[in-house]
């Protein structure tokens, strides 16, 4: 991870008074990757399992690092080197004091799934009336959260933050870094139970940001019944797809299967046939309300929002329909990607290539299952699935013709060439891990 700062005196300045130690040096950048290190870069030396940063101490200055925040010095090293106890909460202090000087909206957003695409829709809602500050990439740790943080500026009036979460008690710490003055929890979901163990702690680990908000502003998805049951300390407002809340919506669905809200009685066109893209306009029409947002200007920013790439994106070849949602896999997402390849309208098979799921833990089987069950309660017309633990998804179809369990995606692919027609459309998904867009690439060139 790499980050440009813009303002080195100042940034001199909180770094100095955070960590009460003098920065005697300039930098004109913050990296975590010795691989990414630029002349005037701050790097931070993290200690790993696997991999400790302080091994490429000598790279970093070869490169032109100015300096380096470490836990131990280097004593054979030449190049300025700032020992702290911890070099990953260090720079989560800066980046506390450096937000601190900041009196704007910050909007905390976590959850199971859907937290980037929720993010990237209300950033892009948001800026019809705010210069928005928002998380990029996968800087949602803690690590990655200081430095989105430390790119605050003067200029912003309002900022995003996406907050991850892989073990209990992560959430917390970012709310300890971020000081959010809103939050949302998009879901909860048996995801990550690897790290979790069970649902209530990734309910419990999620519930910490509505708990750093007791003098802020909590938004509850009423229709998600762990997210209602969690405490809110402080003010709250309720959305979601049921009448019991502040912002309730209903769907409707036009002839070619486009999904039309009506919320707090107001009409809204999603200009897709996608469930979880529609339940995310929802939550974020109910942020954008609160934060003084016209219902025109939503509905504008809506029509002209393109979803992130990976992202249960439509792509087409001329012959056949892709949908790429390869970003990343957990049951509650993989259902409703499902749905979505089943609302898609027109003639053609709806086949589902399906590679393993990561991070769920002792439940992986069932969850896998879960997945074979949905495709046969769908009417698929083929499932194509690979990796290790997707043997469970294909072992738990029954009414399906054409289903497939491959050891290799080369194996898949040319299964999955040989099956497709003109008019068919293609599902993709799988974990990350995982690099399911490589099928879409294959398929895409076909």
């Given at each position: ?287 954008a309300r609160e934060l ?24 087409n070849n001329g012959s ?127």
């Amino acid at each position: 991870m790499r980050i440009d700062l813009q303002d080195n005196a100042q940034f001199i300045e909180v770094f100095a008074s955070a960590i009460g130690k003098p920065l005697e040096a300039n930098v004109s950048g913050i990296v975590t990757d010795s691989r990414e290190v630029q002349k005037g870069d701050l790097y931070i030396a993290i200690p790993g399992e696997r991999v400790d940063g302080h091994s490429f101490l000598a790279d970093v200055f070869k490169k032109g690092a100015s300096c380096a925040l470490v836990n131990r010095v280097d004593e054979n090293i030449n190049g300025i080197q700032i020992k702290v106890e911890n070099p990953v909460k260090a720079i989560g202090k800066v980046s506390t004091a450096w937000r601190n000087q900041f009196d704007i909206p910050i909007v905390g957003i976590t959850g199971s799934n859907g937290k980037t695409s929720t993010k990237e829709l209300l950033k892009h809602i948001l800026t019809s009336n705010f210069n928005v500050h928002a998380t990029e990439g996968n800087y949602n740790t803690s690590i990655g959260l200081p430095l989105t943080l430390l790119q605050l500026n003067k200029s912003h009036t309002l900022s995003i933050l996406e907050m991850g979460a892989n073990q209990p008690g992560d959430i917390a710490e970012l709310c300890d870094i971020a000081h959010p003055t809103h939050g949302m929890i998009t879901n909860i979901a048996p995801a990550h139970l690897e790290g979790f163990g069970t649902i209530e702690t990734v309910a419990e680990t999620k519930g910490a940001l509505f708990q750093s908000l007791k003098d802020g502003l909590s938004f509850l998805n009423a229709a998600d019944h762990h997210i209602i049951e969690l405490d809110v300390p402080g003010e709250s407002v309720s959305f979601g797809l049921t009448p019991d809340c502040d912002y309730p919506a209903d769907i409707h669905h036009e002839e070619g299967g486009t999904i039309i809200l009506t919320i707090d009685a107001e009409e809204v066109t999603t200009y897709s046939t996608n469930l979880s893209f529609a339940k995310n306009v929802i939550a974020c029409s109910a942020i954008a309300r609160e934060l003084g947002i016209k219902w025109q200007n939503i509905k504008d920013r809506i029509a002209s929002f393109q979803p992130p790439k990976g992202r249960c994106e439509v792509k087409n070849n001329g012959s056949i329909t892709i949908i790429d949602d390869t970003y990343n896999a957990n049951l509650e997402s993989t259902v409703a990607a499902i749905d979505y390849l089943k609302a898609f309208s027109g003639n053609g098979n709806r086949i589902f290539v399906f590679g393993d799921m990561f991070e769920l833990g002792a439940s992986s089987f069932e969850q896998h299952r879960s997945v074979g069950e949905k495709c046969d309660e769908a009417e698929l017309s083929a499932v194509l699935t690979v990796g290790n633990e997707t043997i469970s998804t294909d072992a738990a179809i029954n009414e399906m013709d054409f289903h497939r369990h491959f050891e290799n995606k080369d194996d898949l692919l040319s299964s999955l060439k040989s099956i497709i027609n003109e008019g068919d459309k293609v599902l993709v998904k799988g974990s990350r891990g995982m690099e399911m867009e490589t099928i879409v690439e294959a398929i895409l060139e076909a």
